[in-house]
């Protein structure tokens, strides 16, 4: 079945730090590929998609490639803040299903 | 846009009660999805409705229900409240089926006595 594995946190750096968070998934056919994030006491936000391989996704300095070679969507941002501080949730949804599978969450913590 | 809205937004019940949540999507959309949130199972898909009818359904036994109105408001009810659905339930809502990005609401925190 469809799964999404993420890597495991907590996940502590120093502010401007380097950030890469791993999502390896398991999906029949071409899924899209999500990543959201969720602030402590609220929901889940979109951060940023992508709908087929090679795609990039893009949003608030973070980033992600579509790798269907290693079945990847690898989460990455150049220079952390203490406001990235927060929970981020590695997704995939198979084509014309509104169901998610999630990753576990890696909950990073930034500090000044 | 109003984003979802999800009421209430805090709940305490006991065992052996049931409870309704509400789901109140965006403006326009037309597929409302719910989801269950623990800290030992993560996010689970719990069903999905669009038209007022359920179109996909997790693996969540049949206390777990739902509905969605004409104006596309869904509910979801739990019967018979066990300790273990203590949970932040999630709505989220997306403009049609087959859409890709769905948005989320604020959760609702239900705690189980």
């Known amino acids: 079945g469809d799964s999404v594995t993420q890597m495991e946190g907590p996940v502590t750096l120093s502010e401007e730090a380097f950030l890469t968070i791993n999502c390896t998934y398991t999906a029949t056919g071409y899924p899209s590929l999500f990543w959201y994030v969720q602030y402590p006491g609220e929901g889940l936000q979109l951060l940023l998609k992508?709908?087929?391989?090679?795609d990039k996704g893009s949003n608030k300095g973070f980033e992600a490639t579509y790798r269907k070679e290693t079945t990847s969507f690898h989460l990455e941002k150049g220079s952390v803040q203490v406001s990235d501080s927060a929970v981020y949730f590695c997704a995939l949804s198979r084509a014309g299903a509104n169901n998610l599978f999630f990753g576990t969450g890696t909950r990073l913590t930034v500090i000044p | 846009k109003a984003g979802v809205t999800q009421t209430p937004r805090y709940l305490i019940k006991t065992r052996g009660q049931q409870v309704t949540l509400s789901c109140s999507p965006i403006?326009?959309?037309?597929?409302v999805s719910w989801y269950q949130q623990t800290p030992g199972q993560g996010l689970q898909f719990l069903f999905e409705y669009f038209s007022e009818t359920q179109r996909n359904k997790g693996n969540f036994p049949g206390r777990f229900s739902g509905r969605q109105f004409s104006n596309s408001r869904s509910e979801m009810n739990v019967s018979t409240l066990e300790l273990g659905d203590s949970a932040l339930y999630l709505c989220?809502?997306?403009?049609?089926?087959?859409?890709?990005?769905?948005?989320f609401g604020p959760g609702t925190r239900l705690t189980v006595l």
């Open positions: 989220a809502s997306s403009p049609h089926r087959g859409t890709d990005t769905q948005y």
């Open positions: 992508a709908t087929k391989a090679d």
């Open positions: 403006s326009g959309h037309r597929s």
